[in-house]
C-alpha cells in the first residue's frame, strides 16, 4: 500500500481576535480622542487625508495609505479642517512573530490589495450589527442571522492582506505570482468612464456623449460597465455625486441648495430625495449625524 506524507501547513501570521471595525465618515473638523490598548490597528485613508499621531509624533496619512499603531501605542486621529475624509478601520489580536514588521509602518497600499478592504467592510456589515460611524464601539455585536462563515473570511481577508503588503514590500524577485484575480474595473473601456464621470460630477452627460467620447456602441458600453461595476452607468454616476454630496455636507460650507446646484441635480428637492435613496437618510439628517466637535 501506498505511504502518504500529511505536510504540515505554514502559518506566517494568524489572526486570533477581531476588537473592533469601523468605516467612518468624518466632518472636516473631527478630532477623536487620545486612546491606547493591548491590541493593533489597522487604519486606512480611503477618501482624502487624515492626520494621525503616534507616541506624539504627528503625520499625514494621505488618501490610500495604510498606518498601524502597535499595542500599547497612544495615538489618535484628526481631519485637517479642510476636507472630510472617508476612514476604514480595524482592530485585532495577534501574537504572530511576523506581525511586529508592521510597526510604526505607513504604507502606501497597492491599487490589486484595496479590494480586501471593501471585502473586510462587507462581510463586517453582514456579520455585526455595527452602528453608524461610532467611534465608541468598545464590543462587536452578531446579527441575530449572520451570514455564513461571515467571521472566517473577515478573518482570512485581514490575513491575505497583510500577508501580501509584506510581499509587496520585501519580495523583489520577478515572476513571484501573487494570487490576485484581475480587477474587472481595470479594464481599459470601463476605467475610461469612470475617469469620465468622476471629472464631471458638478455637471451633466448624456449616455451619447460617454459613448461618443470612448469610442464604442452603447450596447457594448452597457454591458462592459454592468458587468464590471454591477449598476449602469447612469447609477453609478448618480452614487458618485451622492459620495461628494457627503463630503461637501461633512465639510459645512455648502447648504443643502448650493449642493444641489454644485452636483447639477434639477432641484434641491430632487437632490434630497436621490440622497434618502441612497444612504436613508435626508441630507440634514445626515449633517446633524455626522462628527463635528
Not at 505536510?7 to 491606547?36: C, G, P, Q, R
Not at 495604510?66 to 481631519?79: I, N
Not at 462587507?122 to 467571521?151: C, H, M, V, W
Not at 481599459?188 to 449616455?207: P, R
Amino acid at each position: 500500500m501506498k505511504k502518504y506524507f500529511k505536510h504540515k501547513l505554514e502559518n506566517l501570521l494568524v489572526i486570533d481576535k477581531i476588537v473592533t471595525i469601523h468605516y467612518f465618515e468624518f466632518d472636516k473638523n473631527f478630532k477623536s480622542k487620545v486612546e491606547a490598548h493591548d491590541f493593533w490597528e489597522l487604519v486606512y485613508a480611503d477618501k482624502e487625508d487624515i492626520l494621525c499621531t503616534a507616541d506624539g509624533e504627528t503625520l499625514v496619512l494621505k488618501q490610500g495609505e495604510l498606518l498601524f499603531h502597535k499595542p500599547d501605542e497612544v495615538h489618535s486621529l484628526a481631519a485637517n479642517g479642510k476636507n472630510a475624509p472617508n476612514v476604514f478601520i480595524v482592530s485585532f489580536e495577534c501574537k504572530s512573530e511576523a506581525v511586529q514588521f508592521f510597526g510604526h509602518k505607513k504604507i502606501r497600499l497597492e491599487k490589486a490589495y484595496v479590494k480586501f478592504i471593501y471585502s473586510i467592510i462587507q462581510e463586517a456589515k453582514r456579520t455585526f450589527d455595527i452602528p453608524y460611524s461610532d467611534p465608541e464601539l468598545k464590543k462587536l455585536k452578531l446579527l441575530s442571522r449572520p451570514t455564513l462563515g461571515g467571521q472566517q473570511l473577515i478573518k482570512n481577508y485581514l490575513e491575505i492582506l497583510l500577508i501580501n503588503v509584506m510581499r509587496s514590500l520585501t519580495e523583489t524577485e520577478s515572476g513571484n505570482p501573487i494570487f490576485l484575480q484581475k480587477d474587472e474595473l481595470e479594464t481599459k473601456l470601463v476605467k475610461d468612464v469612470l475617469k469620465l464621470l468622476t471629472a464631471n460630477l458638478c455637471g451633466v452627460l448624456t449616455i451619447d456623449e460617454i459613448c461618443e467620447t470612448v469610442g464604442y456602441s452603447r450596447a457594448y458600453v452597457f454591458r462592459e460597465f454592468k458587468g464590471a461595476t454591477g449598476k449602469s452607468i447612469m447609477e453609478y454616476f448618480t452614487s458618485l455625486k451622492i459620495e461628494k454630496a457627503k463630503q461637501l455636507l461633512r465639510e459645512n460650507e455648502l447648504s443643502v441648495k448650493e449642493i444641489a446646484d454644485a452636483l447639477a441635480f434639477d432641484t434641491p428637492n430632487y437632490f434630497s430625495k436621490t440622497f434618502k435613496q441612497l444612504t436613508g437618510q435626508t441630507p440634514s439628517s445626515y449633517k446633524k449625524h455626522s462628527f463635528f466637535p
